[in-house]
Nanobody
Framework: QVQLVESGGGLVEAGGSLRVSCAAS????????MGWYRQDPGKQRELVAT???????NYADSVKGRFTISRDNAKNTVYLQMNSLKPEDTAVYYC?????????????????WGQGTQVTVSS
């Protein structure tokens, strides 16, 4: 089991910056990938950025060049630095931790989610 606690959301003007953090506890050594997703009311949850245990990153096209994901393995914490924020970045941001379980029938993924943190960008 993995527990995730997010912090750092808030209200910012367009063009501003915010950093959100996610602290993981529990079976953190089993985590393969951590990431951030976001969701607007009435819309599907979408990927923002992910980072593997080896440090490989992946970003949604809409945030490339503006957002940076990083992790501190010693603190079991992942960060999302968000710069040049736009009103369309407004959403609830969720931290995700994925554990891959390899078995004889293939790979099973266990996903864990934080409670979410609101990011609001005013125009």
């Amino acid at each position: 089991q993995v527990q995730l606690v997010e912090s750092g959301g808030g209200l910012v003007e367009a063009g501003g910056s915010l950093r959100v953090s996610c602290a993981a506890s529990g079976s953190t050594r089993s985590i393969n990938v951590m990431g951030w997703y976001r969701q607007d009311p009435g819309k599907q949850r979408e990927l923002v950025a992910t980072i593997t245990s080896g440090g490989n990153t992946n970003y949604a096209d809409s945030v490339k060049g503006r957002f940076t994901i990083s992790r501190d393995n010693a603190k079991n914490t992942v960060y999302l630095q968000m710069n040049s924020l736009k009103p369309e970045d407004t959403a609830v941001y969720y931290c995700n931790a994925r554990i891959s379980i390899y078995g004889i029938y293939g790979i099973k993924y266990n996903d864990y989610w934080g409670q979410g943190t609101q990011v609001t960008v005013s125009s």
